[in-house]
């Protein structure tokens, strides 16, 4: 909508080749704002490897902002909160360049 924009993915997987078993599942919701060359950006990120021993379900939070170059050069700054089940809170700072081919 205009200069807003959302993405989203669900993710689910399942695998049981005799009982190794694999479950699997996850998702992220992103709201972004494009303000001339700059998009910022909030990210919710959730994910969670189900055992029957544990359980380790992983959220993370995420505050962005992205500078484009042009179209396909966009370079990124990332501030990350992870909150791990079970675990200490931790947070990353991320700082990259991304450089798209094709279309």
């Given at each position: 909508?205009?200069?807003?924009?959302?993405?989203?993915?669900?993710?689910?997987?399942?695998?049981?080749p005799a009982?190794?078993?694999?479950?699997?599942?996850?998702?992220?919701?992103q709201?972004?704002?494009?303000?001339?060359?700059?998009?910022?950006?909030?990210?919710?990120?959730?994910y969670?490897?189900?055992?029957?021993?544990?359980?380790?379900?992983?959220?993370?939070?995420?505050?962005?902002l992205?500078?484009?170059?042009?179209?396909?050069?966009?370079?990124k700054?990332e501030?990350?909160w992870?909150n791990?089940?079970?675990?200490?809170?931790?947070?990353?700072i991320?700082?990259?360049?991304?450089?798209?081919?094709g279309?």
């Amino acid at each position: 909508i205009k200069d807003v924009g959302f993405w989203g993915e669900y993710a689910k997987a399942e695998f049981n080749p005799a009982a190794g078993s694999y479950d699997r599942e996850g998702y992220y919701a992103q709201l972004m704002y494009d303000i001339g060359k700059f998009t910022t950006f909030y990210r919710y990120d959730y994910y969670e490897p189900k055992s029957t021993v544990t359980k380790d379900e992983t959220t993370v939070d995420t505050i962005g902002l992205n500078y484009h170059f042009a179209p396909e050069i966009v370079a990124k700054l990332e501030h990350h909160w992870f909150n791990p089940e079970g675990s200490a809170n931790y947070m990353q700072i991320i700082l990259s360049m991304a450089v798209y081919f094709g279309e």
